[in-house]
């Protein structure tokens, strides 16, 4: 079994405020004109919603073409939230983009 160093149970470093964790995802400059990654994400997010509802109604594409659309809207849009940002998405980032 381990002990806890002395140091650590001291009093002397024991504090009454509590702690703060830093939530924010969005770093507080952005280089070079880059957009925040929230801003890219619900715009790809809102095109590819959109993507979506055509394939759904269009009953004339076949079931390769409608997959190859769906895949591009991921594809592409990795593609296009790296130029727009500088850097590439994040696993977490895209199931917010696209579930």
């Not at 703060?20 to 969005?26: F, G, L, P």
């Not at 390769?64 to 809207?73: F, G, M």
Request: hydrophobic share 30%; net charge negative.
């Amino acid at each position: 079994m381990h002990s806890i160093p002395p140091h650590v149970m001291s009093s002397e470093n024991a504090t009454t405020e509590p702690s703060v964790i830093n939530t924010q995802s969005e770093p507080s400059t952005l280089c070079c004109g880059e957009e925040s990654s929230k801003s890219v994400i619900d715009d790809l997010e809102k095109r590819g919603e959109q993507v979506v509802k055509e394939v759904i109604t269009d009953k004339t594409l076949s079931i390769e073409t409608a997959q190859k659309k769906l895949l591009d809207v991921i594809s592409n849009g990795a593609k296009e939230f790296e130029q727009r940002t500088g850097r590439k998405m994040s696993y977490s980032e895209m199931r917010a983009a696209w579930g």
